[in-house]
C-alpha cells in the first residue's frame, strides 16, 4: 500500500483515484462498509481505492487535554486499511492553516487538483471544511461541476444502536470486550515492540513484557486478561497491566504484559496485546507484599477465565 504524508508529497502526474475520506480511528464496521463500496467504485472505474485521513485528529488539536483516546495507533490504522483493500492512503496534517480551510478551497485544492479524484465515497453524515459547513450536498453539487461521482453511504447499525468510534470508546472503557469485538470486527488491541523494563516483575517470579505505547491516551486502565499475537507464532495467555504503577512509584503510562506458560526472549519483537476481560483497576498497594501477593490472585483468575473462555 502507497502511503502519502502531506500536501507537498502530491505529484503532479498522481493518477485518478476513487477517494473515501475520514479519519478511520479504529477502522470498525462502520468503515468497513465504507471501503466496501469504495473497493466496488474502485474496480469500476479500474482506479486504485484511496483513503484521505488526517493526523492529527481535530480533537486532538483543538482539545488536547480533553480529547478522547484513540483505538488504533496511526500504524495499525494503515494495518487495517490495507487489509480492507485500500492500495493507497493520503494523510494530510491537521494544523491551524488546514483547519482554516474552507469546504470549497477543500474540494478543489485536494480533491480535484490533488488527488484528480474520479469519485468520492463518504458516509450519510459527512462534514468537511472550516466550521465543518461543508456537507453531502455542497460536494455533489462540487462534483459535478467538477466532473467526479459521489455517492453517500448509511448508518451502519448493531443492535439498534449506530457503530461509531466514540461508541466502542465507550465499549471498550466500560470492559465489554465482546461487544467491542462485535463494533469492530476484530478483537480491540494495542500493538508494540516489546522493550527493557526495570526487572522488577521477573525478581518477584512474574516477568513482564513492556509493549512501547504508540500514544499515552488509550482507552484502557488497569489489569486485564489478554490473549497475545506474535507474528508467525501461535497465540499466547497472558495478564496484563497498563497504567502508571502507583506502588513502585512510576511516572510513565506502561503496559506490561506478563505471558503465561512462556519464556522466550521476546526483546525488540512486535506484539499485538488483545484486551479480553478486566480484572480489576489499577491499585496504589500499602506494599510489595501485598502487590505481589494480588499480582498472584491476577494470574490464578486470569489463567482459569482464558482456559475457559477462550482456549487456545
Known sequence: MQLIRGRHNFSSDLAPSVVSIGNFDGVHLGHLQLIKTLLVEADLQGLPPTVLTFDPHPHEYFSPQTAPPRLSSFR????????????????????????????????????VKGLCARFVVVGDDFRFGRD????LALLREAGQQAGFGVAS???????????????????????????????????????????QGDQRGRTWGFPTANVALPQNNVPVRGVYAVTVKRSGCKTIHGVANIGFRPTVGGEKLLLEVHLLDFEQDIYSERLLVEFRRRIRGEVRFDSFDALKAQIAEDVVDARRWLLEEHPL
Not at 465543518?132 to 456537507?135: A, I, Q, V
Open 76 to 111: 495499525d490504522k494503515l494495518l487495517y486499511l490495507e487489509q480492507a483493500g485500500v492500495q493507497k492512503v493520503v494523510c494530510l496534517r491537521f494544523d491551524r492553516s488546514f483547519s482554516q480551510t474552507c469546504a470549497m478551497d477543500f474540494i478543489q485544492d485536494y480533491l
Open 132 to 135: 465543518r459547513k461543508g456537507d
Open 153 to 195: 453511504v448509511g448508518t451502519f447499525v448493531i443492535d439498534g444502536h449506530r457503530v461509531s468510534s466514540s461508541r466502542i470508546r465507550q465499549v471498550v472503557e466500560k470492559g465489554d470486550f465482546e461487544l467491542a469485538e462485535r463494533l469492530l470486527g476484530r478483537a480491540y488491541g494495542i500493538s508494540g515492540r516489546v522493550g
